[in-house]
């Protein structure tokens, strides 16, 4: 099923009175995360449904959730940054062989 970008949602919601929040998402990269925090944490997270366009639904903590603003990096930081990445991937490439 082919859905636009703009219709692939992630939706969590909770409330004051329970401890685990609710995450519908179409997501790949986040139901994959989530699907392996099913598999390692059983206890604590779990799939509640998937839904045939390809969505899942999941129950977890909700201490799990955060807003997380990140860091505000000046264009010199963001460079030797940017460096600093190049500089690994060339060494782990060297590493690997390749």
């Given at each position: 099923m082919n859905i636009p970008k703009e219709e692939r949602e992630?939706?969590?919601?909770?409330n004051e009175a329970e401890a685990v929040a609710s995450v519908y998402t179409m997501n790949g990269a986040l139901i994959r995360k989530l699907e392996g925090l099913v598999e390692s944490r059983p206890g604590e997270a779990r799939r509640v449904k998937t839904y045939p366009?390809?969505?899942q639904?999941?129950?977890?903590?909700k201490k799990w959730v955060k807003v997380n603003a990140g860091a505000v990096l000046t264009p010199e930081e963001r460079e030797r940054r940017r460096e600093r990445?190049?500089?690994?991937?060339?060494?782990?490439?060297?590493?690997?062989g390749g």
């Open positions: 992630t939706i969590i919601t909770y366009d390809g969505a639904e999941y129950e977890v903590p990445g190049r500089a690994n991937r060339l060494a782990q490439l060297a590493n690997n």
